[in-house]
């Protein structure tokens, strides 16, 4: 194999993935993952080095600084590997099944990972970061390199034998968990477990890093409506407060960063990922609407806000992530000496302003690797702003304006920074997130400019993210969508035109749930135990055909298919839907049972099954005053276990009718807009009249 000098190229240069064109100028000869790869190994006769990790991932930076780009130890891997990169948010595939061995071989996982694998793809080597050179327990490149090398060339058997054992592992584990039906004690004991695990002192659930984990608190907020439990709202709210002040929180541009390395929110890890701000947006919409509580109606503002300004393409697809590192540094971007803010703000605007935010002379930014202080700050409140106003006997509206001028200056000065990298490819599953996220943001928000921004990503991706037989594709950039759609895509796209159509209550958006629905129930059920698999019946061949239900950054797939079958089964009356979403939770009843905090949004749809629930059927002419009157006030309820259809009184009836068959005899009384409203099974007198319609649904 022709080794690359420094001013050569390696077979990612045409690559449309962020990630794997930051390696195209390693001295590594790294491959894209597909046939011309094995093809290699096999010919000749070297075992696979995989490498996956994605553009903002800042260790997945460290590792390429010390090995990749340093020529000894391209060498080694060149000489002993044909070297694979795989971008793990284009081929979550991939990324899923040798993340599952990789926890099965070391107990943990992360990014970047590192598989040792067969030409046939048979893994039998797993771990995470690898230094260039062995330190502090941990082997290091030039070590191991040589090592598996020698183990390939004499003692092959062994490695036979461990890559054997690793699949009969993942086949068995590829199987599922099936069990008895989920019922409603599996809610009891989800609340249970997370109340153990939280954090009364500083909100959110374990020690560090601290997640945000929001579809943990998606559920409380349905167990809170449920039970009236007040532990559950007290949980969801001191979350949401302590998130909003710490320095998880971009104060200065919005938008959340992925994570808190210290127990109170402070020191975040500063990249941001789309799919943060989906699910945010959506926990603080529903604590909003729950509360009525204006902080977080504004958290959701900022939040679509920076989405809006920074994520999101010309042509309405929202964008991926921004890294955490920008000039080398994690953070640099985003921290501030207090010299600084006294040269950008006025003596009054930077009194308030470094007091408030708690900037310091000696700064409050601790470096994650090192612990070490960097004499920078991280802009964080330790108290809310209405507090701090009244603390400083001012009128909440004239702090505000005084604190709000000064975030103005900083942001102008801070976007003549060097930015963090953004990774601006458009992923169909993180956009139908973001989708799902602004149509209830709307809803709730009664705000129009969120549906339009809705409304222009759905276009896009039903228009750029097709394939010629009209099926989804994952990965857009640059002009090319590639990649056939994973359960995910699938999922999350018709979540996000469910909410979509609840929020618009136009026909032509609950036409298209069916039909991707349908393609998915085609191309990614499983017939034998129930279940979605994450990849389609045509897909490539992996080792196994895996299928999850773990809700871990992101919910998964199987946990958002479960609720969005329930959801399709009450607005269209298809009995057989609702029959799928009990075998979904059957086939993952035993993992749920045994770790309830891991499948709270599998739970959350358990909750919607047992009822009570709430079908509302409206007919009325969209157009009207009364008719919208009836539809804002369902709105401005927290009913999440609800469905809504608008049948309108004039032609565009007969569209709503063919989706909807049970409807076709409803009619506005008295030509008045009209709600008819069934729970559980029974329903009752249609009412023209609002409040006894809130009534019904209080009830």
């Not at 099965?104 to 970047?112: D, E, F, K, L």
């Not at 971007?333 to 935010?357: M, P, Q």
């Not at 963090?420 to 956009?431: F, R, V, Y």
């Not at 990965?475 to 618009?504: H, K, V």
């Amino acid at each position: 194999m022709k080794k690359k000098t420094k001013n050569h190229t390696n077979q990612l240069f045409h690559e449309k993935s962020p990630y794997l064109l930051q390696h195209a100028y390693n001295p590594v000869d790294w491959f894209p993952w597909g046939d011309k790869a094995f093809t290699a190994a096999k010919k000749e006769d070297k075992p696979i080095f995989l490498s996956i990790g994605y553009s903002t991932c800042h260790w997945c930076h460290v590792m390429e600084r010390e090995s990749f780009e340093n020529p000894r130890i391209a060498k080694l891997m060149n000489n002993a590997f044909v070297n694979i990169k795989v971008d793990r948010e284009e081929r979550p595939d991939i990324d899923s099944l040798y993340m599952s061995v990789a926890q099965m071989m070391t107990g943990s996982g992360g990014w970047p990972l590192t598989i040792i694998m067969t030409p046939d793809k048979r893994p039998f080597f797993a771990a995470t970061y690898i230094p260039p050179e062995s330190r502090f327990g941990r082997i290091g490149m030039d070590e191991l390199i040589p090592e598996i090398q020698r183990l390939w060339k004499q003692d092959r058997k062994r490695l036979d034998t461990i890559s054997k054992n690793i699949q009969e592992s993942l086949e068995t584990s590829a199987q599922g968990s099936s069990g008895a039906q989920l019922e409603e004690g599996v809610l009891e004991l989800a609340f249970d477990r997370l109340k153990e695990r939280f954090d009364e002192q500083y909100g959110g659930f374990g020690f560090r890093p601290k997640f945000p984990s929001p579809h943990n608190l998606l559920f409380l907020l349905r167990y809170w409506k449920r039970t009236q439990n007040g532990d559950a709202l007290r949980m969801v709210e001191k979350t949401l407060q302590a998130m909003r002040l710490g320095g998880i929180f971009d104060h200065v541009g919005f938008g959340f960063h992925r994570y808190s390395t210290d127990p109170k929110w402070l020191l975040p890890h500063f990249e941001k990922m789309l799919y943060d701000q989906a699910m945010l947006t959506m926990a603080y919409a529903e604590a909003y609407q729950a509360t009525k509580k204006d902080e977080y109606g504004q958290t959701v503002r900022e939040i679509i806000t920076y989405v809006s300004r920074d994520m999101t393409s010309p042509e309405g697809g929202f964008y991926s992530a921004e890294d955490a590192d920008s000039e080398g540094e994690e953070g640099k971007f985003y921290v501030w000496t207090v010299k600084e803010v006294r040269k950008v703000l006025s003596k009054k605007e930077a009194d308030a302003y470094l007091r408030v935010y708690n900037l310091t002379a000696d700064g409050n930014f601790l470096e994650e690797a090192t612990g070490k202080r960097m004499g920078t700050n991280i802009p964080h409140l330790q108290n809310s702003l209405a507090a701090e106003a009244k603390a400083q006997k001012m009128t909440a509206k004239a702090f505000l304006q005084i604190l709000e001028g000064a975030r103005e200056k900083l942001f102008a000065v801070r976007e003549q920074r060097i930015h963090p990298h953004k990774d601006d490819k458009i992923l169909t599953d993180w956009n139908g997130l973001m989708i799902a996220a602004l149509a209830k943001a709307a809803r709730v928000l009664d705000e129009p400019s969120f549906i339009e921004a809705a409304k222009r990503a759905t276009t896009f991706v039903l228009t750029q993210m097709q394939n010629e037989e009209g099926r989804l594709l994952h990965r857009y950039r640059d002009g090319e969508a590639a990649i056939p759609a994973f359960l995910d895509d699938y999922a999350f796209m018709i979540w996000g035109l469910l909410e979509l159509y609840e929020t618009t209550l136009e026909p032509e958006y609950l036409q298209k749930v069916i039909d991707l629905n349908t393609e998915l129930l085609t191309h990614f059920w499983d017939e034998n135990h129930g279940g979605f698999f994450f990849t389609a019946d045509d897909a490539e061949d992996l080792l196994v055909r895996k299928k999850d239900a773990y809700d871990g950054a992101i919910p998964s797939g199987n946990s958002v298919a479960m609720m969005n079958l329930l959801r399709i089964a009450r607005l269209t009356a298809e009995s057989e839907l609702e029959s799928k979403a009990t075998k979904i939770g059957q086939a993952f009843a035993g993992d749920v049972l045994s770790a309830p905090p891991g499948f709270t949004l599998m739970i959350s749809s358990v909750d919607f099954a047992v009822g009570p629930s709430f079908e509302i059927v409206i007919v009325g002419d969209p157009a009207a005053d009364d008719t919208q009157t009836m539809i804002k006030a369902i709105n401005d309820q927290f009913i999440p276990n609800k469905v809504s259809l608008l049948i309108p009184t004039d032609d565009r009836a007969e569209h709503i009718v063919q989706l909807a068959p049970f409807v076709k005899d409803y009619t506005a009384l008295d030509g008045k807009p009209t709600a008819y409203i069934c729970s559980n099974h029974v329903c009752q007198n249609p009412t023209t009249d609002t409040q006894k319609m809130l009534e019904i649904l209080r009830s």
